[in-house]
Structure formats: C-alpha cells, structure tokens
C-alpha cells in the first residue's frame, strides 16, 4: 500500500511595514469589535498580533494578512 506524499504548508512570518496607527483605525472602522487592546502592536510580535485579529473577526490567518496588506497599501 502506497502512502500519499502529504505537502505542509510552511506559515511565513509577517513582518509589519508602514504606519500602525493609521492602519489600526482603518481596522477598526471596518471591523468594530476589534479593541485597542486587540490592535496592540509590538515590533517583533506581529504573530500575537495577527492571531488577536484572527481569533476576534473570524477570519484565516491568510485572509487576515490580505486585509493589513491592502490596507498598507492604500
């Protein structure tokens, strides 16, 4: 019996980029129930900081992501 090559998906670490602040209350003003607490951001620590946003707007770790980099661009 063969076994099936499982691929694992390696999770890049995000690194932050740009202003915090400004990006912050775009995310509040999209997603309401995210805290000030929620959106504390440490240099260092963007995976603590990415998983508070996952955990309180119910969305993946990747779609999270998509929305700080659009956000970053705009």
Do not use: C
Not at 44 to 66: A, P, S, T, Y
Request: no cysteine; proline share 1%; charged share 35%.
């Amino acid at each position: 019996m063969k076994q099936k090559k499982v691929e694992t998906k390696i999770t890049e670490p995000y690194k932050m980029s740009g202003n915090w602040n400004h990006q912050a209350t775009l995310l509040q003003d999209k997603f309401a129930q995210l805290t000030d607490a929620d959106l504390n951001y440490i240099e260092g620590k963007e995976e603590d900081l990415i998983q508070r946003i996952v955990v309180r707007i119910h969305k993946k770790r990747d779609e999270v992501i998509n929305i700080l980099k659009k956000g970053l661009s705009a």
